[in-house]
């Protein structure tokens, strides 16, 4: 999140301000006192429904990329095959006229041969076909897979695409993976030691280069000793001798990078001498791009054409195909030209930041908000802390009607800072850590919070996640986990299942204590072993019957059957 372009500093901002005031948007929203309403637009279509139902066949493979030393394993060489029996015209979305039919034949090819095939069960998630990489050759351009499934006379046709890329090259110093049957990233360890690719939680701050990193080289060994895995320094980097270092120190911590081109990555010269400079660090995680450039209306192309670059200097094609490390962006509206920004990401992230906000009355600009008008400091929100699970959910379901459910994951930006335009206080430490469940209870597989430094609260309490995530872990980022979001009485529950072990991650978003029934989430504690993993306010009763969450408090609790 950055607002400093909206800063009035001088008399000559002031003026031009006032000559452009059409250009002042935010969201596509003027916001500056006496401006006219106009609407913004870019909202996200409406999904027609359907009266008969409708199957919208979809096919990816189940890692991003391959490489060629994974030419012998099997594991997780499969493609996934979706098959969504919906009621609504989403992506792909075509009428099923045999709605008897239970399954339907699939068959998956490339470059005309026949790669696998398999009966898949209708309105299924994640179905794997294996296949074997031996087939294929490695190469930098992504394999396009033809996806064709029949069930009586009916066929259906899907498209996908299946990167096999040749081991990274010199230059290039890691490869990150995406697991799309959860979305989570896979890595080798980021001390660039060498070790398994493994599953990543990120966890950790947009953290201040300036006057921060770059004065005190020891901070990335105190954020890995305080349990975050991942740093995402924020531009610009005006000393490459500190940033050296500092990368280094990173690396030595064991941290990986998430890297920031937000003030150059429309230009094509800075993205590739960047990208160029950092490709060979073993702990570059991802790339980001757009910060908040729905918020600025930046072209609607810049994000496609970004990621495009970058994966072209990162191994990749440069068409869409994947490079070695995925690229990411935040949005901050609620809805606008959601699908355009999106396009060139891999991994979305939203930024709802609503504590301490006015969500009616701009306090920064005098304004009302509305949909169509003024900037409150958080987009359309309400001024809850449902306005990031509102968000999450948003953004999914989006996802899902484009298609792109499957090929690209969601984040969540906590509000780690307050005090400061339109955000009259911090949020608290049990704040923090409710923006942060929240988020994963509603599909974040990262949690990057705006910003390093900040209240020694907000730091202490998530660090106290990050610390429980090795726990959590083994649960959100499996594949073979099932999950189900419940809320009851303002409280907001994750279960994961693996097996017969079950994983709890639960929030209260009142600022009251609430106890919830434990039988009411569909479990039975009385014979099985709990453990608690994570406590900012939250325990289970002796008689093991209730949940109880005091004021915003948190807590996840692994269950186990046997
Ligand atoms: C398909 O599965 C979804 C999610 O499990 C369910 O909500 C929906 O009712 C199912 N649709 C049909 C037509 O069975
Ligand atoms: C850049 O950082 C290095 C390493 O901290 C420092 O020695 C040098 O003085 C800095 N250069 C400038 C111009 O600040
Ligand atoms: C683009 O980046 C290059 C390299 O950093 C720089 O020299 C140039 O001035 C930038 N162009 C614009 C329009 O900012
Ligand atoms: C928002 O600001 C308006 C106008 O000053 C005020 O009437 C209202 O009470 C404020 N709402 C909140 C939640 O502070
Ligand atoms: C809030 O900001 C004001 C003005 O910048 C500052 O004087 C004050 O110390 C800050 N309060 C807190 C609690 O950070
Ligand atoms: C949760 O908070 C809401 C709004 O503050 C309140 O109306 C509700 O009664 C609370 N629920 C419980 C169970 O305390």
């Known amino acids: 999140m950055v607002r400093e372009r909206r800063n009035v500093p001088s008399l000559l901002g002031l003026v031009l301000s006032v000559l452009q005031v059409s250009a002042q948007t935010w969201c596509g929203k003027n916001y500056m006192f006496g401006s006219p309403v106009v609407p913004p637009g870019g909202q996200f279509p409406t999904v027609a429904t359907s009266e008969t139902p409708l199957l919208a066949f979809r096919c990816a493979p189940a890692i991003r990329p391959y490489l060629a030393e994974d030419a012998f394993s099997s594991d997780g060489v499969a493609i996934l095959i979706d ?19 239970r399954s339907i034949s699939v068959t998956v090819s490339v470059d005309g041969k026949r790669l696998t095939s398999g009966i898949v069960p209708l309105n299924m998630t994640k179905n794997e076909l294996p296949f074997s990489l031996l087939s294929l050759k490695p190469q930098v351009q992504a394999y396009t897979l033809t996806c064709i499934a029949t069930t009586g006379r009916q066929t259906f046709h899907a498209t996908g695409s299946l990167s096999y890329l040749p ?21 080798r360890p980021a001390d ?143 809805d606008y030209y959601f699908s355009e920004y999106t396009r060139g990401s891999d991994i979305v992230m939203q930024d709802a930041y609503p504590i301490g906000i006015n969500a009616t009355f701009s306090t920064v600009w005098g304004t009302i908000c509305t949909k169509d008008y003024g900037d409150c ?31 690209k994951a969601i984040w969540t930006v906590p509000q780690g800072f307050g005090n400061s335009s339109y955000w009259n206080r911090y949020p608290t430490g049990q704040e923090f850590v409710v923006q942060s469940i929240l988020g994963i209870n509603h599909g974040a597989l990262g949690v990057v919070s705006w910003n390093d430094p900040t209240a020694p609260d907000i730091k202490a309490s998530a ?41 709890v991650l639960g929030t209260n978003i009142n600022y009251s204590t609430v106890v919830i029934r434990i039988r009411d989430l569909g479990l039975q504690l009385s014979q099985v072993s709990v453990a608690q993993v994570l406590d900012t306010g939250a325990s289970i009763d002796p008689g093991r019957e209730n949940f109880i969450f005091q004021p915003v408090g948190g807590g996840a609790f692994v269950i186990k059957t046997n």
């Open 167 to 187: 081991n990274p090259p010199p230059g290039i110093g890691s490869a990150t993976k995406m697991d799309l049957r959860t979305g989570a990233l896979l890595a």
């Open 192 to 334: 660039g030691k060498g070790g398994p690719y493994a599953p990543v939680f990120p966890i950790g701050f947009y953290t201040n280069f300036g006057g921060y990193l770059a004065e005190d080289f020891s901070i990335s060994a105190t954020l890995k000793a305080q349990g975050f895995t991942v740093v995402h320094p924020i531009p610009t980097f005006d000393n490459l001798t500190a940033l050296e270092i500092v990368l280094d120190k990173m690396q030595e911590a064991g941290l990986y990078l998430m890297y920031d081109m937000r003030w150059t990555y429309m230009n094509a010269t800075a993205v590739t001498e960047e990208v160029n400079r950092i490709k060979s660090r073993p702990n570059l995680l991802l790339w980001y791009t757009g910060d908040e450039p729905d918020g600025t209306s930046d072209p609607l192309d810049a994000t496609l054409k970004a990621s495009n670059l970058i994966q072209s200097l990162d191994g990749g094609d440069g068409q869409g195909g994947a490079g070695y490390h995925p690229v990411s962006l935040v949005l901050n509206c609620q």
């Open 377 to 407: 400091g958080c987009d359309n929100c309400q001024g809850s802390l449902e306005d990031i699970s509102t968000r999450m959910d948003e953004f999914g379901e989006r996802l899902f009607v484009n298609g792109w459910e499957r090929t």
């Open 463 to 503: 660090s106290r996640l990050a610390m429980a995530l090795p726990q959590l872990n083994p649960f959100i980022l499996n594949p073979q986990a099932t999950f189900r979001q419940i809320t009851t009485s303002r409280v907001d529950f994750g279960v994961w299942q693996v097996g017969t072990d079950v994983l």
């Open 83 to 101: 098959t969504p029996v919906t009621f609504s015209n989403i992506a792909n979305a075509a009428p099923l006229r045999s709605p008897s039919s």
